[in-house]
C-alpha cells in the first residue's frame, strides 16, 4: 500500500499534529474543530463512534463498494457488454486487459487498503485506550466491526488480484497481509502472503467478528436502518459461507448456513437478525432500502461528502454504460418472461439495461447492495449438492425459495433433474439470474475455476492462469513495496 494513505479523523479529514505553544501563536494556527489528533481520537465514545462509522465510510468509496467493485465483478462475467469505450468506465476491465496504471487497478487496490488500514488504526487505537472509553460490550461491539470490515476488504482484493484458492489450494501468491496501521512513511516493505494465509486471517477475522458482533440493533426506529448498513453477528456469518464457498470447503459452508437458515421452508434466521425473504423482490432495491432481506448495504445521503461520486454510481453504470448480452443470460428459456427480476430491465436505444435495479436520480442514492438473504439460501443449496452428491431435497426447497418468490409459476422437483450435476448447473443459473447488477459473477468465475469468456468472435475465452484472468498489481505499490511482486 501506498505510504502516503492513511487515515484516522472520525470526520475522515487528514491527521494533525499541532500543537499551540502560546496565546498567539494558537491564534495565528487555529486547530480545526473537525480534525481529531489520534491522541485524542478514543477519548470519548462519541470519538470512538465516529472513528467506527468513518470505516463504513472508506468501505463505500466508489471504488470499492460503493460502485466501482460491484461493476467490475458483474462485468467479467458473461452477461454485460460495455456500452462504450472509456477505460474511466471499464472498457479496459471488460476487455480483460488493463495495466499496472489503470484506473480499476489503482483506485481498487489504493482504496481497499486505505479501509484496511482505516480498520488497524481503529484497532490499535481501541487497544491503546479506546475499550477502556468505551466498556467492555461496546468495545467487543465495534472491535468486531473492524475486523468484519478488515475481512470484507481483504477477500475483496483476492477476488481481483491473486489466483483463485482451487488453484494449488491456496499455495499462489496472494497479498500483503498488513495488520497493524500505517500513520507515516517508512512502513510500506511486506512481502505478499500466500493466498492460503490470507484466507486464513479472513476467517479468524470474520470468527471474531461472529462471537463479538451485536446479535441486533433493537426496536427503535433507527434499527432497521442500522441493522442494514452496520455488521451484526448474522453478517459475519453469512459473509463466512461466501468465503468457505470460495475456498470450496462445502462442509463449512453448510455449517455456517445452517446457524441463520432453518430446515424447512419458509427459511428464516431464527436467532440475531431475523433474516429472510421478502415476497416482492423488487421492494429490496427501493426506498427505504432496509428490508429484512438486506444483509449488509451501503447507505447514501444527500449530503455532498456522503456519495459515491462522478462516474461511480451503480445507476450510472446499469443504466448506461452497461447493457445486457442478449444471447446471455437474458435469453434462457428457463428464466420467463412473467419473472419479476425481468422487470428490472430498460431498453434505450434498442439495448437492454439494468435500470430498474438501481432506479434514484442524481445524486444517486440508490443502496449498494452487498450481502443478501438469497445469497445464503443458495449458498447452502450449492453446497448440499456437493456434500451429498446427491438431489438433496434441501437444496431442492432453497432452490424454489428464491425462484417462487419472483416466478411462481416454476416449482422445481427432484425429477426435474436427472442427476445431482443438472441439480448444481440450476442452482448456477439462478445465481446468475437472482444476482445480475450486484457484483457476484467474478467471485463465482473464479471461485469455480472457470474461463472468461471471449469478448469477440475473433477472440477465445481466458483461462484460469492465463494472461488477464487476475489483475496486474498497481504500479503505485510496486514502487513504494520493495518487497513486492507483480501477479
Known amino acids: 500500500m501506498s505510504k502516503k494513505i492513511f487515515f484516522l479523523s472520525s470526520f475522515a479529514a487528514a491527521l494533525l499534529f499541532t500543537q499551540g505553544c502560546s496565546k498567539k501563536k494558537e491564534y495565528l494556527n487555529p486547530v480545526l474543530q473537525t480534525a481529531i489528533s489520534d491522541a485524542t481520537a478514543f477519548d470519548s465514545p462519541l470519538r470512538v463512534e465516529n472513528q467506527v462509522r468513518s470505516m463504513y465510510a472508506a468501505l463505500k468509496g466508489g471504488h470499492f463498494y460503493g460502485g466501482r467493485f460491484i461493476a467490475y465483478g458483474d462485468i467479467r462475467g458473461e452477461d454485460l457488454v460495455n456500452n462504450g469505450s472509456n477505460n474511466i468506465t471499464a472498457w479496459d476491465v471488460w476487455l480483460f486487459n488493463p495495466n499496472n496504471t489503470a484506473t480499476s487497478i489503482e483506485g481498487l487496490w489504493s482504496r481497499a487498503y486505505s479501509t484496511i488500514n482505516h480498520c488497524n488504526l481503529f484497532l490499535d487505537g481501541m487497544a491503546a485506550k479506546g475499550n477502556a472509553t468505551v466498556g467492555e460490550t461496546l468495545a467487543k461491539n465495534y472491535n468486531g466491526e473492524a475486523r468484519f470490515i478488515r475481512a470484507l476488504a481483504y477477500y475483496s482484493l483476492l477476488q481481483f488480484y491473486a489466483q483463485p484458492y482451487l488453484d494449488g489450494q491456496g499455495a499462489k501468491p496472494g497479498l500483503p497481509l498488513r495488520l497493524t496501521g500505517i500513520k507515516g512513511p517508512g512502513q510500506s516493505d511486506l512481502a505478499r502472503s500466500t ?241 445480475l447488477g450486484e457484483g457476484l459473477r467474478n467471485n463465482d468465475i473464479m471461485r469455480l475455476g472457470l474461463s472468461l469468456p471471449a469478448r469477440t468472435s475473433a477472440d477465445s475465452p481466458i483461462p484460469p492462469g492465463g494472461n488477464g484472468y487476475i489483475w496486474p498489481i498497481p504500479n503505485s505499490e510496486l514502487s513504494y513495496n520493495n518487497l513486492m511482486t507483480d501477479n
Open 195 to 435: 493466498v492460503a494465509q490470507v484466507y486464513t486471517q479472513i476467517l479468524d477475522d470474520l470468527n471474531f467478528a461472529e462471537n463479538n458482533l451485536p446479535l441486533d440493533y433493537g426496536t427503535a426506529t433507527t434499527a432497521a436502518l442500522t441493522r442494514t448498513t452496520r455488521a451484526h453477528r448474522n453478517t459475519a456469518i453469512a459473509l463466512k459461507t461466501r468465503v468457505y464457498l470460495s475456498m470450496q470447503n462445502y462442509p463449512a459452508v453448510v455449517t455456517e448456513a445452517n446457524k441463520i437458515v432453518s430446515a424447512t421452508a419458509p427459511f428464516k434466521a431464527n436467532t440475531g437478525v431475523q433474516h429472510t425473504l421478502n415476497p416482492d423482490i423488487k421492494v429490496v432495491f427501493k426506498t427505504p432500502f432496509t428490508d429484512i432481506e438486506s444483509i449488509l448495504s451501503m447507505p447514501f445521503s444527500n449530503n455532498s461528502a456522503d456519495v459515491a461520486g462522478t462516474q461511480n454510481q451503480l445507476a450510472t453504470y446499469y443504466a448506461g454504460e452497461f447493457y445486457i448480452k442478449a444471447d446471455g443470460i437474458m435469453a434462457d428459456a428457463g428464466w420467463k418472461a412473467g419473472d419479476a427480476r425481468r422487470s428490472f430491465f430498460t431498453v434505450s436505444g434498442g439495448k437492454t439495461f439494468l435500470g430498474g435495479k438501481y432506479t434514484l436520480p442524481s445524486p444517486f442514492l440508490d443502496f449498494a447492495p452487498v450481502i443478501r438473504y438469497s445469497e445464503v439460501l443458495l449458498n447452502l443449496a450449492e453446497a448440499r449438492v456437493r456434500t451429498t452428491n446427491s438431489i438433496d431435497a434441501q437444496a431442492v426447497a432453497l432452490l424454489n425459495a428464491v425462484r417462487n418468490r419472483s416466478d411462481a409459476t416454476t416449482t422445481f422437483t427432484a425429477a426435474s433433474f436427472a442427476t445431482y450435476t443438472d441439480l448444481l448447473n440450476a442452482i448456477l443459473k439462478e445465481r446468475r439470474i437472482e444476482f
